[in-house]
């Protein structure tokens, strides 16, 4: 068997991300002959950051740098230095977009890629220089688009993203190349033993320690025993504090994890099976549902598969993956499945399997067909989008809601409402010991009741002009009022679950208790019902 | 001698959507399909039914949309035909009320929804009866839903025989469940396949409070159902038993004979004559 090929990883610095771009935003606006004052070359220019303490200088052009601007110097010193100094606010979300655009950008180079944030990009391009002609050939490439779009990138490939980013900040490129390059084999913490340790990306305080201790260089680290610096970083347990743990990923003696920037989350169906399938003609029909409601997914999104991959997963731990390729974007669930229909018969099936998930790996705009729209929504069904979108055309977004959690002990306000479509947030449900009403009023509606004991439970109440005998109750929940958020003088409520004589089960509370000095005898309200 | 093509095979060539009238009777919608009478003979409300129904119930209560609830989750999809199961359902699930009756018995609640559909409603607040039953017409054309649950107050003219029956083949030509609670309605004519009047009834002992209210329970009539005898019922959702969604199967048994829910009615189903 083939070892894996071992990783090669591009690190790309922005090192001026801020300043290039603003300076090609305000080349873009001397384009389109908007901007009235015309700059020649480099303006002595600083951006700046609201602090706590003023403004403080976030990045600087070079004019200004070399005219003695310092990053991080508030800006009255620098202004002191050098009071040609023009200003502009810096924009760091913006910068951030930017980054992401980049990042995905970046994926020409390789098939992955995440965020370094402030201003990096990794991209993992193992197996893939050979496209570009060799790693040399890469960098060269990637540092002439770069220049091109006006950005100034250091570059560096490695094998591990820890040391092809120390490359690429502290790494010098020899002439005529677009970067450093680490061959493979080469002894990683050998080649990088002359860096600084600030090419092990640590925190500020951190590096500040092994300033201290008098180690300035990774090779340093290496020279007074691991077992002195393991003791003296015991409790780092984050990767950033620790300059072990970063040296060994540097090295790749540990893995470092990244999370990849995906473009655009592909189109995914699945169905998961009770009882694990073993016979072809099970997997065809599971494929036939498959591909419809992937079919209603892509006509919700306005698209058509161009790749399709089919993925079983086997209860035996093992995946069966199938691929289709489709020469023109299709909605079509039938076409789609008697393609497949070859590729599936030799999955060997094993112990069954469990689950089944359809991917659109390739989508293409496909615009709905207008001839054919109600004849095929009348055929096939909509999909849920485009149900939701009719809806809510007729009635408006107010009527077309969905209705989620929402961290709040209070009833009414642990239930809000968002658009349909969108994803619900996380939150904790509830205890199952609370039991809560299928439905709730709109508002609570106030009722009389008889009760033997101010404080105790009704006998008996009116609603609505009808009487109801208390039968069975449960109670009372107590639910304080929010004081955060509602005024001192709010109520405490006391919510009992109960049943009339009749079976009907609703849910009542007594806003307030006798003596709680907020307003005379409690009133009784209804406020939900219970299956 | 030549066997005569089964009219089963005719229907292989038909395209979707399309079925034989054979196959409407009313067993088609249960749980399993199959030939009819076998299954109208164990039939029971805790049998899955894919089709559309009606409830009649009281404003005053939640016995109307609990029971739709109930029964709608428990309709199988389209896949269990052919012998598959799914391990859960994910699939949205429309709620469409119109102003009459979320005044009679307010909006659905997430927190007190079963675990398993709370995630999954998109609820639809309407004015009016006709935009109800655009909304529910939409909901029944939309494959992606699970089942669609409507509550209209009263009589209104729009809901009519013509607009119930319209609803009822979209329902059963996308195969997306139905269940539509009239809220505070008299029986009037519609096409409903199954047509309930549910009352609450006194719950179940609960297991830890003598005197709390336990598992909920109703009394529901069957009164017009196409090739089931009508009768009545009662019906309670069994408790959860554990698993991710809980179990969310029902427990029914004949109230035709006895007042006490526990009494076993005889199973003595016969198929109606018509209907």
Known sequence: MASTPKRRVLAIWCARLAI??????????????????????????????????????????????????????????????????????ADPAGDLAFLERLAVWSQRWGPWSALDPPDGVIVDITGAAHLFG???????????????????????????????????????????????????????????????????????????????LGLKRLGDLDGIGRDAISRRFRNRRSAMANPLMRRDQLIGLVPEPMLPVIEHPPAMVQLRLMEPIRHLTL?????????????????????????????????????????????????????VCRLFAERIANIDAGLGIEMARLTARWAEPLGLEQTDLDASA?????????????????????????????????????????????????????????????????????????????????????????????????GPERIAPEWWREKGAARLRDYYRIEDGEGRRYWIYRLGIIGDGRGGAPDWFLQGVFA | ??????????????????????????????????????????????????????????????????????????????????????????????????????RAGGRPYVPGLPRDLAHRMVHVAVKTPEDALFALEEGVRCRDLAFVIGEI????????????????????RH?????????????DLGAARMRWEVQSAASEPSPWNAEAPGTPNWRAELFRARGLRPGAWWIRPEMATGGRDGGHTLHASRADHGEHPETPGAGDMVRATGD
């Open chain 2, 175 to 187: 195969r997306v469940p139905l269940w539509l609670v009239r809220v505070d309605a008299r029986r």
């Open chain 1, 134 to 212: 060799g790693e040399e050939r890469l960098l060269d490439d990637a540092a002439r688009i770069f220049a091109r779009r006006g950005l100034t990138v250091r570059l560096a490939i490695a094998p591990t993203a820890g040391a092809a980013w120390a490359l690429a900040h502290y790494g010098s490129a020899a002439r005529g190349m677009g970067g450093v390059i680490l061959p493979e084999g080469d002894d990683i913490a050998e080649r990088l033993a002359q860096l600084p340790v600030g090419a092990l990306r640590l925190d500020d305080d951190v590096l500040l320690v092994l300033r201290r």
């Open chain 1, 378 to 474: 009348a055929e096939h069904g909509t999909s849920l989008a485009g149900c939701v979108d009719r809806l809510t055309i007729r009635l408006g977004q107010q009527a077309v809601r969905r209705p989620v959690m929402h961290a709040s002990h209070v009833p009414e306000r642990a239930q809000r409402w968002q658009p349909p479509m969108e994803t619900a947030p996380a939150v904790q449900h509830g205890f199952a010991f609370h039991a809560r009403p299928l439905k709730l009023l709109d508002k609570a509606e106030p009722i009389a009741v008889l009760y033997a004991t101010p404080d105790g439970l009704p006998q008996r109440f009116r609603w609505r002009g009808a009487l109801h005998d208390v039968a069975r109750a449960e």
């Open chain 2, 1 to 102: 001698m030549t066997e005569l093509t089964a009219p089963a095979d005719l229907s292989a060539d038909l395209p979707e959507g399309l079925f034989q009238a054979s196959d409407l009777a009313g067993a088609r919608w249960l749980d399993g399909g199959g030939d009819g009478e076998g299954d109208a003979r164990e039939w029971s409300p805790a049998t899955g039914f894919r089709g559309a129904g009606e409830i009649f119930a009281s404003g005053r209560d939640g016995a109307g949309a609990a029971l739709a609830v109930a029964l709608a989750r428990s309709a199988p999809r389209p896949l269990a035909e052919r012998g598959l199961t799914e391990e859960s359902d994910e699939r949205a699930f429309l709620w469409v009320q119109d102003a009459g009756a979320i």
């Open chain 2, 153 to 172: 107050a009263g009589n209104p003219r729009a809901l009519d025989f013509t607009a119930s029956r319209r609803l009822v083949l979209a329902a059963e």
């Open chain 1, 283 to 335: 997997l065809e029909t599971v494929l036939g549902d498959l591909a419809a409601a992937m079919m209603r997914e892509l006509e919700g999104r306005g698209e058509g598969a161009r790749r399709l991959e089919l993925a079983c997963w086997r209860v035996d731990g093992e995946i069966q993956t199938r691929t289709l390729e489709l020469a023109a974007a299709t909605r079509d669930a039938a076409h």
């Open chain 1, 20 to 89: 290039d771009r603003w300076l090609r935003a305000k080349a873009l606006q001397a384009e389109a002959g908007e901007a009235n004052d015309r700059d020649e070359g480099d303006p002595t220019l600083a951006l700046i950051t609201e602090t706590a303490h003023g403004p403080r200088i976030a990045a600087t052009t070079l004019a200004a740098q070399a005219a003695g601007v310092r990053i991080g110097t508030m800006l009255a010193d620098a202004r002191a230095i050098c009071p040609a100094l023009r200003i502009e606010p």
